[in-house]
């Protein structure tokens, strides 16, 4: 008699999935390879990223990157402009423990599936959105993406040959590390909900991620006060064209995320692009010289008058800071990125702050980083019954 096939430790909790691209999906295929059921509510034409390829790669005519981020789903195409499809979506959430979206900000809300209304509809129910820059601050409108957030968090800035451009990281670093960061904080929204029978709202977004995850480099920074100096080398991203990248202006950089080649062409007066031909967001077999040209216009203006033209007509492009610019940044600020604690040998110390906001539970800052074997008295008290000379014992024997 064969044994009965393990289930994951998600098994019996359904995710509604309404992401798209790359941080939403790998979270949530995360939670299903865990034992979620996860139904994957897709736009009519099918998730963003079922029509885009690293390499333009389309294996039997599926795109490598949807099929990377995408297993362990079922999936439903809605029309969510309709009344039918809001009545299915809806229909699927009053029976989710856990719901996760990364439209803009704003755009569940104006289809009647914000919070306010799902809560309503499923108080168990644990809603998760995850946006480019926040739900609100000076970047709310601004259009957000993996390449965006590593340029304004300072990542770039790390990477790349010295004294040359700066280089951002070949793999989804903001994508993916938001990715993590949500399945951690549903997860722990869902044991919230264990406690008190309330599901609540959770927030993530790609800039937080990106930040929080350099937390090392950040506080070294913010204690020694200098920029960190690039290396001689780096690695460039092979699978990506054009227009994709970072490009001199007058005065620093400028990052252009997946845009059209021929509506960026269009929108900076570069009139050799700005046809039909190069209407793809992704031209992989003369992206060099595409690049070359596009540098040669940016180079004629500054970050600021680029920013101010590009944002206009909501290309997909942001500034290139360094930390010290990243630290002063007004959404920086505006989403309390850097923080400030006690610790009992260093005084103050700035650091990053949590990326991750929940509506019920809001997350504190208890302690510092513990010196070596600073609380073992109170663990070993508490977890494993030691009395005073047990503990005592212990901490003669295991002195550093």
């Known amino acids: 008699m064969k044994s009965k096939e393990k289930e994951g430790p998600l098994k019996g909790l359904v995710v509604a999935d309404f992401t798209q691209l790359a941080q939403g999906p790998w979270a ?172 609540q709202k959770v927030e993530a977004n790609l800039l937080n991620s990106v930040v929080g995850f350099h937390t090392q480099e950040v506080t070294a920074y913010l204690h020694k006060g200098e920029n960190p100096e690039r290396s001689k080398s780096g690695i460039p991203n092979p699978w990506l064209g054009a227009p994709y990248g970072l490009y001199n202006t007058k005065d620093g950089y400028v990052a252009i995320g997946m845009n059209s080649v021929q509506r960026l062409a269009t929108v900076i007066g570069l009139e050799k692009y700005a046809t039909e031909e190069f209407a793809s967001n992704n031209i992989m077999e003369s992206r060099d010289e595409i690049r070359f040209a596009f540098n040669a216009v940016f180079k004629t203006k500054t970050t600021s008058e680029w920013l101010k033209i590009l944002l206009k007509d909501d290309i997909w492009c942001s500034q290139v800071n360094t930390f010290d610019e990243m630290v002063k940044d007004p959404q920086i600020e505006h989403n309390q990125m850097i923080i400030e604690i006690d610790h009992p040998t260093i005084g103050k110390v700035k650091t990053t702050g949590f990326p991750v906001w929940f509506s019920d539970t809001p997350q504190k800052i208890y302690r510092p980083a513990p010196l070596l074997n600073e609380n073992a008295k109170e663990i070993l008290k508490e977890f494993c019954g030691y009395n005073e000379d047990e503990v005592n014992t212990f901490i003669t024997e295991n002195k550093s």
Request: with cysteine; charged share 20%; proline share 4%.
């Open 28 to 199: 949530t295929q995360m939670l299903g390879d865990m034992g979620a059921d996860i139904i994957k509510i897709e736009p009519v034409k099918g998730d963003w990223m079922r029509h885009y390829a690293y390499a333009n790669m389309y294996p039997g005519g599926e795109s490598i990157s949807f099929v990377s981020f995408n297993r362990n789903k079922r999936s439903i195409a809605l029309n969510l402009k309709d009344s039918k499809g809001i009545k299915i979506a809806k229909d699927i959430i009053a029976k989710a423990d856990i719901l996760v979206e990364n439209f803009r900000p704003g755009v569940m809300e104006r289809l009647g599936l914000g919070y306010e209304e799902m809560k309503i509809l499923n108080p168990r129910l644990v809603y998760c959105s995850s946006s480019g820059y926040g739900s609100s601050g000076p970047y709310l409108h601004r259009p957000g993406q993996d390449l965006l957030a590593q340029s304004i968090s300072g990542t770039a800035a790390l990477n790349g040959l010295k004294s040359q451009m700066p280089v951002v990281t070949a793999v989804g670093q903001a994508d993916l590390l938001t990715s993590l960061f949500i399945n951690q904080s549903v997860l722990a929204a869902i044991y919230s909900r264990e406690q008190t029978g309330k599901g």
